[in-house]
């Protein structure tokens, strides 16, 4: 009679297999953070739009000879005040052709973190165009520009380190990237 061995795993085998598996699935997730990857991702996008609009600013600048189309904008958020100055600047801005015409309707989601201000001191013009990033990385890079904004005279004071930084929306009190 033959002696016949079977071949296969024990369950012993598949269990520890098992939990060395959820294992490392646990220190993946926990790593990768699911939730900081969303937030990172609608930064980026946020951060994108507000970068276009500072880019707007100076392409309509530079074919008007210099001139934005405001002399003052208080700090604001574009999409919370449609009858505001930041939004009539934006307006002016796609009306000459240096935004997409439904640019309001594309952008609708992320116009309420950015914040528009501008200054006119003696005849220079400056415009601020930021948002307050909402993942850890946007705020401990130290390759992103990062500022404070005044809201009264538009200034804006830029350092590096914005991890003490709050998570308020009132100007001058949290870290913002901005474009000027």
Not at 114 to 128: D, H, L, P, R, W
Request: proline residues 2%; aromatic residues 8%; charged residues 15%.
């Amino acid at each position: 009679m033959k002696n016949k061995t079977k071949k296969g795993f024990t369950l012993i085998e598949l269990l520890i297999v098992i939990a060395l598996l959820g294992a490392l699935a646990v220190a993946l997730l926990a790593a990768l953070d699911p939730l900081e990857q969303i937030k990172k991702g609608t930064d980026t996008g946020i951060r994108n739009t507000a970068a276009e609009i500072g880019s707007a600013f100076t392409r309509y600048a530079s074919v008007k000879g210099g001139s934005l189309p405001f002399d003052t904008i208080a700090w604001g958020s574009v999409g919370t005040d449609p009858a505001g100055t930041a939004y009539v600047a934006i307006q002016s801005v796609i009306d000459a052709g240096e935004l997409k015409q439904d640019f309001f309707t594309l952008a609708q989601d992320q116009l309420d973190r950015i914040y528009i201000s501008a200054v006119n001191n003696t005849g220079t013009q400056k415009a601020f165009v930021c948002f307050q990033p909402g993942s850890k990385s946007f705020r401990v890079d130290a390759n992103t520009k990062f500022g404070t904004v005044n809201g009264v005279d538009g200034t804006m004071t830029a350092y590096t380190d914005c991890t003490a930084g709050g998570t308020s929306q009132t100007a001058g009190d949290a870290c913002y990237w901005c474009v000027q």
